[in-house]
């Protein structure tokens, strides 16, 4: 039975488990990715990790709805993106737009940063995360961003 049929026959199980499933198979690959992070993910952990950044404490590839983040900090509402060669592509940057107006629908802020960034501007990288590390924030009450450390824009959605 697929999920057209069990909606048709009034049962929800068949979605349900199919969700079970995705979910599950999205810690997997989550776990995975913490196994084998890149350079600038290892570097950027090492400063955000065990509450170091004011107290506040991360999740590194952790499942959010249907995606998998690379950095969260739930309290603070907070997602941290380190992009690297292939998200410079027409279709991954497409994909990276649609994918962080949802996070921001679920009311997360979206930080993205490229892997050079990350490995060569570590102190500009914390500098920009600083601002959006208070309690219980939503995208209804903060100040539109692009989400760069760079007055030039580098780094946003890529």
Excluded at 138 to 153: A, D, F, M
């Amino acid at each position: 039975m697929d999920i057209d049929e069990a909606s048709e026959a009034g049962s929800r199980h068949a979605f349900t488990t199919d969700m079970d499933r995705w979910f599950h198979h999205l810690k997997a690959f989550g776990r995975a990715n913490r196994k084998q992070p890149t350079e600038a993910e290892e570097q950027l952990w090492k400063a955000l990790r065990g509450g170091q950044l004011q107290g506040f404490r991360f999740r590194r590839q952790h499942a959010i709805n249907r995606f998998i983040v690379d950095f969260v900090c739930l309290r603070a509402w907070l997602i941290i993106e380190v992009d690297g060669e292939v998200h410079h592509e027409a279709g991954q940057a497409e994909y990276d737009t649609g994918r962080t107006h949802e996070l921001e629908a679920l009311g997360f802020h979206v930080l993205r940063f490229t892997n050079e960034q990350v490995l060569h501007y570590p102190r500009r990288v914390l500098a920009t995360i600083r601002p959006h590390l208070s309690p219980d924030q939503n995208t209804s009450t903060k100040e539109e961003s692009s989400g760069s450390p760079s007055p030039q824009g580098e780094g946003a959605g890529g």
